[in-house]
């Protein structure tokens, strides 16, 4: 079965500082990839997706992830935080030859001063 | 363009009561999911309907259900309430197909049962 991990459950990094949220996926073939936020009370938004072609995706609100698929990895980044950052990241990935969407169990994201 | 809006934001139950969401998409999207959201169990798929057809459907009791309107505005509806359906219930839209198309999510309803 199709699975998403995000091994870290809680990052804190300090502002300013290089953050990097790792997703790894199972599933057969390249699926579809997707990064989201969800703020305190909110929904989840979108920053980033990949479909084919360039391995590095450029997102809103400055961030970027980057899909390997020798180490089945979409891992997101942002070269430096700012503290309305913190937030729970949420990878996911739908299928290609189906229509089922798979959400990771999220990290949550603290920025210190 | 207005996003996806879900009302009430927020719903006190008690139990063995019923309770219906309400979830209307981004306009001219078709296909309408539902999450729960819960700290232990983290975003769990519901259910997604498509041209009013429920398309695919996740590991919930029958106590679950959903329905889409000709407008592709949707409603959920949880019976016989439990304790444990405390959750934040998440809708999300999208214009067709499941897997490539991103869902756009709605802020929820927060649901808790007494």
């Known amino acids: 079965a199709q699975s998403v991990t995000q091994p870290d459950i809680h990052i804190t990094v300090s502002e300013g500082a290089s953050l990097e949220l790792r997703c790894n996926y199972s599933y057969g073939a390249t699926p579809y990839l997707f990064w989201y936020v969800q703020s305190p009370g909110q929904g989840l938004q979108l920053l980033l997706k990949?479909?084919?072609?360039?391995?590095l995706v450029q997102g809103i609100k400055g961030f970027e992830a980057e899909f390997k698929r020798s180490q089945s990895s979409f891992n997101l980044r942002k070269p430096s935080v700012h503290w309305s950052d913190a937030a729970e990241y949420f990878c996911a990935v739908g299928e290609r030859t189906g229509n089922q969407f798979y959400f990771g169990t999220g990290t949550s994201l603290t920025v210190i001063p | 363009k207005a996003g996806v809006t879900q009302t009430p934001r927020y719903l006190i139950k008690t139990r063995g009561q019923q309770v219906t969401l309400s979830c209307s998409p981004i306009?001219?999207?078709?296909?309408v999911s539902w999450y729960q959201q819960t700290p232990g169990q983290g975003l769990q798929f519901l259910f997604e309907y498509f041209s009013e057809t429920q398309r695919n459907k996740g590991n919930f009791p029958g106590r679950f259900s959903g329905r889409q309107f000709s407008n592709s505005r949707s409603e959920m509806n949880v019976s016989t309430l439990e304790l444990g359906d405390s959750a934040l219930y998440l809708c999300?839209?999208?214009?067709?197909?499941?897997?490539?198309?991103?869902?756009?999510f709605g802020d929820g309803t927060r649901l808790s049962i007494l």
């Open positions: 306009s001219g999207h078709r296909s």
């Open positions: 990949y479909f084919s072609g360039d391995t």
């Open positions: 999300a839209s999208s214009l067709g197909t499941f897997g490539n198309q991103p869902q756009h």
